[in-house]
Nanobody, 121 residues
Framework: VQLQASGGGLVQAGGSLRLSCVVS????????VGWWRQAPGKERELVAA???????KYAETVKGRFTISRDNAKKTVYLQMNSLKPNDTGAYFC????????????????WGQGTLVTVSS
């Protein structure tokens, strides 16, 4: 499984960005996908995850602002980020796990490269 993340950039507080993660490989449609972020000097944290059937979970800090979705035909998982705050700044990574149907318990079996999100105040 290979993952390619994109869509990061510089945005002002209150703005929006949409990140994309293209998941390729023979099992790309049967993996749970997670979006993680790592701020400077901090540990990587799970932001959102989506199961094969569309079940989702979110970190408390992003609930109501971020939306994760997947388009299996395009083998892509999106993270729509609205009402961005300066503490959303960090490198965002997508991961994939072989998982039971609709499980959102992602561990990070496969990783893509990060895409940088910077939110200015």
């Amino acid at each position: 499984v290979q993952l390619q993340a994109s869509g990061g950039g510089l945005v002002q507080a209150g703005g929006s960005l949409r990140l994309s993660c293209v998941v390729s490989g023979s099992i790309s449609s049967v993996v749970a996908v997670g979006w993680w972020r790592q701020a400077p000097g901090k540990e990587r944290e799970l932001v959102a995850a989506i199961g094969t059937g569309g079940a989702t979970k979110y970190a408390e800090t992003v609930k109501g602002r971020f939306t994760i979705s997947r388009d299996n035909a395009k083998k892509t998982v999106y993270l729509q980020m609205n009402s961005l705050k300066p503490n959303d700044t960090g490198a965002y990574f997508c991961s994939a796990d072989r998982a039971p149907w609709n499980s959102v318990n992602v561990r990070g079996e496969y990783w893509g490269q990060g895409t940088l999100v910077t939110v200015s105040s």
